[in-house]
């Protein structure tokens, strides 16, 4: 295969590119655009976003029988299982080839699942990605790396005055997390008896779990990726952790935004440094490919520290692709596709992760990830579309077209929306209702959500209705319907 030596070269090749690639997930959110970057790219969802207006999103139209779905793994196992889904990928084999397979989230039966289908998994393998993404084992890799922690210790915990003895040094207020889950399900703060025993029976059944010193702190979120070369990184991002008027998750991630100066430059070579080091060892440790860190500043002493690890694509990765310098050069996917289609290609790494950091190069976006914050049961029976909202004088919106790009939000009174949850699904606390993307920031310069972001969101959950549902009434099949996850 013919050595590829410049950008117009990578963005040639995709752009010829034969081999069929899929994302499967339950959205298509996490690899937005790609299908304009890449030839013969497609979605394959288990919600439909778009209502069946995406040339490139294919959802099966028929409910097949399926247990309880208890996270992505179980929804991309019942789509690689489905038959419309098996004709779709077969349909689209090219020379025998039936092509790539990309995934959010997977698991063993998921890498059967797609080889049985001839797809080749664009990833690491299951386990190791669960190894890394385990919260103690990520302090581990920092250690090796040479990447800072939050003080911390690893251990087990029995009950109440263990923890105080084996967490002594780290002072009363401490952050518990188990060593797997997300946006905030597993992250406990304890300052007393209390605030332990209600989250104690989590926090026993581990074996290991990571105990830290609570500091007063900025989230952020940075992604890079493992190539041949070395380690690309994508400019560092805010996070937008906790806001009560978008999750009912303390510790919970709801959104991003990036601009060029949102820290200043110490923080921000420092970080770029982390995470060319994190991912280095990474490829010690057999990884290769797309990965997210979240780095914890702390607001005291303007200390970085590592929060933890996403081995994968994860909810900023469109926001990292569609930025300034990936529209420029290539987005930072491009290269994660490259390493797993075994294709040769030079490139200069520090001078394409410098060029990246540089304030000029990033334009400034935000996304906001709206959840269902009420502890009502309710169903759902008008939704906002996916598309393009305008806002009007009087803080209302309107919708004005159906678009997947978020590059046709104009100015500061549009924002395009994904929808998540759908006419007939039920809200319940938690559950993700969609992203709400715009140009320009939505936090203050000291981490609260801004006035703009508020009358988004206000105006944006007025376009719901929905009912309470009374759970004296509800079928055991009903309840099953109503389970939740994370879906991003």
Not at 6 to 16: A, H, N, P
Not at 163 to 181: C, E
Request: with cysteine; proline share 3%.
């Amino acid at each position: 295969m013919k050595t590829l030596h410049t950008l117009s070269d990578i963005r040639d090749f995709f752009k010829s590119n034969r081999t069929p690639i899929y994302f499967i997930s339950a959205t298509n959110f996490n690899l937005l655009g790609m299908d304009e970057w890449i030839s013969n790219f497609k979605f394959i969802s288990h919600i439909d976003s778009y209502n069946g207006q995406h040339p490139n999103v294919f959802s099966p139209k028929e409910e097949m029988p399926h247990e309880e779905f208890t996270g992505i793994e179980d929804i991309n196992n019942y789509l690689l299982q489905h038959p419309e889904v098996i004709q779709f990928i077969k349909s689209r084999s090219v020379d025998g080839e039936m092509g790539k397979a990309l995934f959010l989230m997977f698991d063993e039966k998921t890498e059967k699942l797609a080889r049985a289908l001839g797809l080749d998994v664009c990833f690491p393998s299951a386990q190791l990605r669960s190894f890394l993404d385990n919260k103690v084992n990520t302090n581990r890799t920092a250690e090796k790396a040479g990447v800072a922690c939050v003080p911390y210790v690893l251990s087990p915990v029995n009950d109440y005055h263990h923890l105080r003895k084996v967490a002594d040094q780290l002072g009363q207020d401490l952050v518990i997390q188990t060593p797997y889950g997300d946006s905030g399900h597993t992250t406990f703060f304890i300052s007393n008896e209390d605030d332990f025993n209600l989250y104690k029976e989590e926090i026993i059944a581990e074996r290991e779990v990571k105990i830290m010193k609570r500091i007063h702190c900025y989230g952020t979120a940075i992604e890079g990726c493992v190539t041949r070369h070395g380690t690309l990184v994508a400019p560092l991002m805010t996070e937008l952790v906790g806001f009560k008027e978008l999750t009912p998750y303390k510790g919970g991630w709801c959104g991003n935004e990036i601009f060029g100066h949102a820290f200043n430059a110490d923080i921000r070579e420092k970080a770029k440094r982390y995470t060319q080091q994190f991912g280095d060892q990474l490829r010690k440790e057999g990884y290769k490919g797309y990965f997210e860190l979240d780095f914890l500043i702390d607001k005291d002493n303007g200390e970085i520290y590592l929060g933890e690890l996403n081995p994968r694509i994860s909810g900023v990765s469109s926001l990292t692709n569609h930025s300034k310098f990936a529209m420029t050069d290539v987005p930072l996917f491009l290269f994660h596709l490259l390493e797993w289609m075994d294709v040769p290609y030079e490139i200069n790494v520090n001078e394409l992760v410098n060029r990246w950091s540089e304030a000029e190069n990033m334009d400034s976006w935000s996304q906001l990830v709206i959840k269902h914050t009420k502890k009502s049961l309710e169903l759902a029976i008008k939704v906002p579309e996916s598309g393009i909202w305008e806002m009007k004088k009087n803080g209302h919106i309107q919708f004005k077209k159906m678009d997947a790009h978020r590059q046709s939000v104009v100015d500061d009174n549009e924002a395009f929306f994904l929808q998540i949850t759908q006419k007939d699904d039920y809200l319940y606390e938690g559950a993700d209702l969609g992203i709400l993307v715009m140009r320009g920031r939505l936090m203050s310069d000291d981490f609260q959500l801004s006035e703009r972001a508020k009358r988004w969101l206000k105006a944006l959950r007025a376009q719901y209705e929905s009912e309470i549902i009374d759970l004296g009434t509800l079928t055991e099949e009903d309840l099953f319907d109503a389970g939740g996850f994370k879906v991003m």
